[in-house]
């Protein structure tokens, strides 16, 4: 169990982001704690009286959808004295606090860490100025610390991604974007800053989201002469694509030397007498509303820094809740602190590919990615073998950004590259022709298709598919899309035994608002997705916060896949999600308009129920809609709204954009290898199980799993996978909706499991485990 009742008495204080804030807000008062507000900082508990105030349950409401963070931060100096250091002492003994939870960068954990190694002496050096008694010295003797990681740079290693970064990344994308179409229209060279003093990472991910011409981080400074070299690949690229170059604040040279947006723009003008602009962004990424993921991010972090508050003992060393590659995890705090001041160190020795690496193995693949997609003229070697691309299913965003990835990487390697149009049918009828280099070029940003695509299956044109296949002497297949494309997939493996064709590589990328695709833990487009329900929900509680009493029913795409509406739940605060995987009846119904009509008691009086569009044929969203009206008739009013189509448009989040260049990468470099593998006597054949896989993302990487060995974890009557990981994350949802239910659910106990690997942390650093998390990474 989470909860325990000799942990009543425990209180807990917070420093600092929201989601995060909120949710240890909630769960502290779950679990009986006192949980207490720091307003400003250190500074705040410094100066103590108001600065330090109780926390209830509906202080943290509406806080989700809010940037930065409502309690406020602020430097403080007088911290870093013992003096300061003991004031703030003084205020948590007098108030019988001995749990601090600190939210921020490694300064502010560094000094949180001091303080806890101090706190005996300082308890001491209180008593003998007469300022606590033995008493409240003896109830106060032990501080516990844990911390979460606050920076939009990502800089802190020992998480793959920081609480901010991806909501950072959206801002610097809305930009870029806008850009681009200027710079499409004027044939411009734009140069956009972004912020990372000691960090490249939100310039190499803008960079790979956006396919720049050139990215400059500090961690891995141009090679001497890179003025001629980028100059060389500007004019190479001009009037093929747009000029966009990424620098990082802290970018510099190889002798250490700034290298700022301003001295780049000199540079291309004086020298090749471009038009150019520079965008700096400043504290403009820091703002506006969280991303999905942020919130997401934020509230499980605050849900395991409860636990490792609860679970603390003397002994137990000061810990950061972190992200490795899909786990969350509790490192040593300072630990972590040594290995990012190892980086540093790296840089400023001039050990660049020690940088890289010490960034973490995330870190390093998107440099590596980066770095193969960044030709300008493609090598002039040929394999003479050709693959084609196709997307199967409904369109979502991300999609264009696997097939870019997949048609360069697959011209690197040397490969002619064939664009099937209009899905299976397409690729039947012969709707295929090369597709170029410069032909893909500007897809990451786009929705949608440009291939086009159908939910048309195969098997009713098996033998015309065959025929193309043969006619156009296709050697591989790759096959982006959702449930469609992985039965599509299982279709063409039945039909090698009677069709010698079909006995090629085929590899299928997940592509799908749904999620439900098996074999991958995510799918290209469902972030965005995710995104889009999200936003939704903020604006429709926001017109709920000015007439009183009201609840809304919204239903979400999926099918039958709960992903979205579980997860847009988390991240909009949602008072239930109605899912098929979570069997309800009229008893839950009851249970949940009860709850409301207790809520509406509060100061929240305000509701968000969503429901996921095939949870249940009987319990539609119009007699939700209707039942949750009659019942709570003189109470709170109802609204619904159905989101249809509008969640698979929209441009593609960060995450689709880097999520589906990765994917088309290593789909095609996977291939690469296979042909040669499967090459015998002048002719390609392939009919083993693991010659046709799905390429997903299964908790610490990127695997290849066969079409064939799936069936098993596949329940084909509802087009889900029969189980699914995101389903431990709803009691978390139920709870910070106040509902009185046990969190002694498998999220726990697979918090208990050690991760016997790491790649870009010691090994002995790590300690818990729990579910994945968008953000895993390939080993």
């Known amino acids: 169990m989470w909860v325990s009742s000799h942990l009543g008495a425990i209180k807990v204080i917070l420093m600092c982001m929201n989601a995060a804030v909120r949710a240890t807000v909630r769960v502290g008062i779950y679990t009986g704690a006192k949980v207490y507000f720091v307003h400003e900082g250190y500074q705040g508990l410094v100066d103590g009286g108001d600065n330090i105030k109780l926390a209830t349950w509906e202080s943290v409401s509406m806080m989700l959808q809010l940037g930065g963070t409502v309690i406020g931060s602020a430097r403080c100096m007088d ?7 003991m004031k703030a002492a003084l205020n948590l003994v007098k108030l019988g606090i001995t749990n601090l939870c600190v939210i921020g960068g ?17 308890l001491v050096d209180l008593v003998k100025a007469g300022k606590i008694t033995d008493d409240e010295a003896r109830k106060s003797c032990h501080l516990n610390i844990v911390g979460m990681v606050g920076s939009i740079d990502n800089d802190f290693c020992g998480t793959d991604m920081t609480i901010g970064t991806d909501s950072a990344l959206h801002r610097i994308i809305e930009v870029v974007d806008a850009i681009t179409t200027t710079a499409q229209s004027h044939q411009r060279t734009f140069i956009l800053e972004v912020m990372g003093r000691h960090c490249g990472y939100l310039a190499l991910v803008t960079a790979l989201a956006c396919g720049a011409d050139w990215v400059f981080i ?20 001009r009037g093929s694509r747009l000029n966009v170059i990424i620098v990082a604040e802290g970018a510099m040279d190889r002798a250490g030397n700034p290298i700022s947006s ?15 602009r520079t965008t700096v962004l400043g504290h403009v990424q820091r703002g506006g509303t969280p991303s999905a993921f942020d919130r997401i991010l934020g509230s499980r972090m605050g849900v395991e820094a409860v636990m490792a508050l609860l679970e603390a003992t003397p002994e137990t060393p000061a810990c950061v809740v972190s992200l490795s590659g899909n786990q969350a995890v509790r490192l040593p705090l300072m630990e972590c602190v040594q290995v990012t001041k190892d980086v540093t160190t790296a ?22 990615t980066y770095k193969m997609l960044a030709h300008i003229n493609p090598p002039d ?35 002619n590259m064939l664009a099937v149009h209009d899905g299976f049918e397409g690729l039947a009828q012969g709707k295929i022709e090369p597709i170029t280099w410069t032909g893909v070029s500007g897809w990451t940003g786009k929705g949608g298709s440009e291939l086009g695509t159908k939910r048309v299956l195969p098997s009713e044109y098996i033998e015309e598919i065959s025929l193309t296949i043969a006619k156009f002497n296709i050697h591989s297949l790759v096959i982006i899309g959702g449930f469609e494309a992985y039965m599509g997939g299982l279709e063409l493996v039945q039909g090698r035994d009677k069709y010698e064709e079909l006995c090629i590589p085929m590899v299928v990328i997940p592509a799908t608002v749904s999620n439900n695709v098996p074999g991958s833990d995510f799918s290209i487009g469902a972030d965005t997705a995710l995104n889009t329900i999200t936003s939704t929900c903020d604006r429709i509680k926001q017109s709920a916060a000015g007439t009183k009493r009201r609840v809304f029913i919204i239903e979400t795409a ?84 159905v989101l249809g189509h509008m969640q698979q448009g929209g441009t593609p989040t960060p ?46 990487a990127l695997t290849f799993q066969p079409l064939a060995e799936l069936k098993e974890q596949t329940d084909f009557v509802h087009r889900i996978p029969k189980t699914s990981w995101w389903l431990k994350l709803r009691p978390i949802m139920k709870i910070l909706a106040k509902y009185n239910i046990s969190l002694d659910t498998s999220e726990h106990a697979h918090m208990e499991h050690v991760i016997k690997k790491r790649v870009s942390m010691p090994a002995p650093l790590m300690k818990k485990a729990c579910p994945p998390t968008k953000h895993e990474e390939e080993e």
């Open 106 to 122: 490694d300064g502010s954990l560094t000094g949180a860490n001091q303080f806890r190694k101090e706190w005996a002496t300082l």
């Open 347 to 368: 840089m400023a020795e001039k050990r660049w590919e020690d940088a890289i690496k010490l960034r973490g193995k995330s870190f390093e693949n998107n440099w590596n």
């Open 381 to 415: 070697t040929k394999s003479n073998i050709n693959v084609a691309i196709v997307n199967i299913g409904a369109p979502c965003a991300g999609m264009n950004a696997a097939v870019r990835s997949a048609v360069r990487i697959g011209i690197i390697q040397g490969h």
């Open 79 to 85: 911290f870093r004295a013992r003096e300061g250091r």
């Open 655 to 700: 995450f689709d954009r880097n999520f589906g260049t990765k994917m088309g990468s290593k789909a095609v470099l996977w291939i690469t290898e296979k042909l040669k593998e499967v090459y015998r006597h002048g002719r390609i054949f392939a009919n083993t199980p693991d010659s046709a896989c799905v390429l997903g993302m299964k908790k610490r």
């Open 558 to 641: 999926g099918g039958y896949c709960g992903y979205l509406a579980t997860m847009a739940g988390l991240a909009a605060g949602a008072d239930a999600a109605y899912i098929y995987e979570d069997k309800f009846g009229i008893r839950d119904l009851e249970m949940n308009v009860e709850h409301l009509v207790q809520k509406m008691k509060t100061d929240v009086k305000r509701g968000l129920i969503l429901r996921n569009e095939n949870c249940n044929a009987n319990y539609t969203t119009d007699f939700i809609f209707a039942l949750y009206s009659e019942e709570g008739k003189g109470i709170f009013d109802c609204r619904k709204n």
């Open 218 to 237: 500090p961690e891995m400074p141009p090679d001497e002469g890179w003025e001629g070299h980028l100059c060389r690949r500007l004019q190479r690229a």
């Open 262 to 276: 301003e001295d780049i723009k000199k540079l291309v003008e004086k020298n090749l007498g471009f038009d150019t």
